[in-house]
């Protein structure tokens, strides 16, 4: 009973074990990587409405985190962190600039983010690596930062660490 406790407690506040679907975050985590993610690293979670308790960081542009499901995706999803705001994000020749440094956009992203685009205070716009495959804030817009889960720490394959992506 003390072990089932123990897992329980650990699952909900301190690490969470996923398997990554999708090629979304293709080269860098494949389909079917094991990822361990630190639910602690911006803060604690009430383990009752899953809401930030206590918040003692934020994520940064490169790091690659959780997300909970949204009103427009039905999963939690691993992707990565492009910006945080309050900030502006510059589109341009079909390039998404930011602090996360620059990515490609579809030609459908690029006329919605035409020119500059204002992301809010509590708002994150994220990515996946592989932009051709991943359903992301290019096409639903940028999410809560409370549906951020944690941050991703390792998965088979490597450290996830935080990193300019420039595509």
């Known amino acids: 009973m003390t072990a089932i406790l123990v897992a329980l407690l650990v699952k909900t506040f301190a690490v969470d074990l ?3 679907r999708g090629d979304s975050m293709s080269p860098t985590i494949r389909a079917g ?3 361990l993610v630190a639910r602690y690293a911006y803060g604690i979670r009430s383990p ?3 809401n930030l ?3 003692w960081a934020e994520p940064k542009p490169g790091e690659i985190v ?3 499901p949204t009103d427009k995706v039905s999963r ?6 492009f910006e945080l705001g309050p900030a502006y994000l510059k589109s341009e020749a079909g390039i998404l600039l930011g602090r996360g440094g620059s990515i490609k956009l579809e030609p459908t992203s690029s006329s919605r983010l035409a ?3 204002y992301l809010p205070a509590g708002r994150v716009f994220i990515v996946g690596d592989n ?3 991943s359903f992301d804030s290019r096409d639903y817009g940028s999410v809560p930062i409370e549906k951020i889960i944690g941050k991703v720490l390792l998965y088979s394959g490597g450290l996830a660490g935080s990193v300019e992506k420039s595509h």
């Open 115 to 117: 020119g500059f685009s």
């Open 53 to 55: 308790a206590l918040r």
């Open 48 to 50: 009752i409405s899953g």
């Open 66 to 68: 959780l997300v909970a």
């Open 131 to 133: 932009g051709s495959r």
């Open 18 to 20: 996923v398997i990554v």
């Open 33 to 35: 990587t094991v990822a």
């Open 76 to 81: 939690r999803a691993v992707k990565r962190v």
